[in-house]
């Protein structure tokens, strides 16, 4: 969402103000803007980039640009950066410590069902996966 980086950086800088942020870009990528993009994160050198599209396309999209990216690590995010903008307001403290904040998410976004239905199946295939060296990207 427009703002939501911005948002982000700003409060993150205020409660960590030594780490450096090179940039900062919505996630709402064209094909034509796509390339723009990776040529500024590559020319901004960061070590670590964070990608906040929603899962699995967040995902999709670091791997699809992986020999691209000129970056130590690149991580999804999910909704990280909506509860660090202060856009969606996190799960009570005790809900947070019993690590259940997912399930709060959840209760409060019931259209999230079908695709969060999804994460126990891919958990359960890395489980009983015969060759446990290979990880689902490796395939």
């Keep these: 969402m427009p703002g939501i980086p911005e948002k982000t950086k700003e409060n993150l800088l205020t409660i960590f103000p030594n780490v450096k942020i090179v940039g900062v870009h919505d996630g709402f990528l064209t094909e034509e803007t796509e390339k723009e993009v990776i040529d500024e ?48 307001k996190r799960a009570p403290k005790v809900i947070q410590k019993i690590g259940m904040e997912w399930l709060w998410r959840l209760a409060k976004e019931p259209k999230r069902i079908v695709r969060m239905s999804v994460l126990p199946v891919y958990v359960l295939k890395l489980l009983f996966k015969k060759d446990k060296t290979k990880g689902k990207f490796d395939e």
């Design 41 to 88: 994160i590559n020319s901004l050198q960061p070590n670590v980039l964070f990608v906040a599209m929603g899962a699995p396309k967040q995902e999709k999209w670091i791997y699809a640009h992986k020999d691209e990216l000129k970056v130590d690590v690149a991580a999804g995010q999910g909704g990280t950066f909506d509860y660090e903008a202060g856009r969606i």
